[in-house]
């Protein structure tokens, strides 16, 4: 009697063991090693453009006698010779000219489309917001050349301003509809009651429903911001000049020369290029993230 209760306490304290060690694999199997597969996988094109930027043209070029994944003798040059012997600077400031004044003319345009197809339920709001979403699916490829027309009989072409107005067009599409899903989450007995004490529409969008909206205006300006800033189709068909053209185009176009591809200027345009971007979607994921599921759940 007392071996068999002996037995079983051994029994009962193995037993936690194992389950602890089971789930501690299972843990490890299903959450750390994907997560960290995923992250491998989103790092490394970071990684590889940051060590070839500091690399040497000798180590790039020589993969036999040096490693490919590290740096033996880091240097400026590159980053020197893209700052002070190319266009990068003002690259980069007509980039973030197109970017800024794209997405102010695309959250202007999409609040106001946004409030009026959900808020004023006027009849074929529905149909209208599904319209608008269903423009956005239409490839960029496809419209580059009617709005190439366009521009060029606006005496727009090789400038910053056509970018600015063009980008709208496929930026407008995906804000209203995400900010139709946004208002839908603000109660409407807000902008009752405010109707009731003699407010008007547009005092109560400019006080009631964009105060409660900040995270989805948020949301919409950093994609705004981000497919203004990585659009490539449209400014290469309507910007010509080197002076004028963004980060993008440029780099890919004004620093390969024949069949020479200056690799560490190019690596070093795409890490420099890409910092804006990462930092503002550091800077206010939460609120991205809020606002795509507020979207999706209504």
């Known amino acids: 009697m007392t ?8 029994v009962t304290k193995a037993a936690p063991d194992t389950m602890a060690w089971d789930s501690g694999l299972r843990r490890l199997m299903m959450i750390y090693l994907p997560l960290g597969c995923f992250v491998l996988i989103l790092l490394f094109p970071f990684y590889w453009m940051a060590i070839t930027s500091f ?7 020589n993969y036999r006698d040096n490693n490919p994944f590290w740096i033996s003798s880091p240097t400026l040059a590159h980053i020197k010779h893209l700052l002070f012997n190319t266009a990068y600077p003002h690259w980069l400031k007509t980039t973030m000219l197109v970017a800024i004044g794209s997405t102010t003319l695309s ?8 409030y009026a197809i959900e808020r004023l339920r006027f009849r074929g709001s529905p149909y209208v917001g599904l319209g608008i979403y269903l423009a956005y699916l239409v490839p960029p490829s496809i419209l580059f050349i009617p709005l190439a027309t366009v521009v060029v009989q606006f005496g727009l072409f090789d400038s910053p301003l056509a970018l600015i107005l063009v980008y709208p067009t496929f930026l407008v599409p995906f804000c ?20 009731v004490d003699g407010a008007t529409r547009l005092q109560i969008l400019r006080r009631i429903t964009l105060p409660l909206a900040v995270p989805g205006l948020i949301s919409a300006g950093i994609f705004s911001f981000t497919l203004s800033w990585n659009e490539f189709i449209y400014a290469l068909a309507f910007i010509q000049s080197g002076a004028n053209k963004t980060v993008p185009v440029a780099i890919l176009t ?11 200027a190019l690596m070093a345009g795409s890490l420099l290029g890409s910092l ?23």
């Open 3 to 10: 071996d068999t209760l002996a037995q079983g306490s051994a």
């Open 55 to 61: 690399k040497p043209n000798a180590e790039l070029m």
């Open 107 to 114: 959250l202007i345009a999409s609040t106001l489309a946004a």
């Open 176 to 195: 209203t509809w995400l900010l139709i899903g946004y208002f839908k989450s603000i109660p409407y007995e807000l902008e009752e009651c405010a109707l």
């Open 254 to 264: 004004e620093l390969v020369t024949g069949d020479v591809y200056q690799w560490g």
């Open 276 to 298: 804006p971007v990462a930092i503002f979607y550091s800077l206010f994921v939460d609120y991205y993230v809020s606002s795509l599921t507020g979207a999706v759940k209504e």
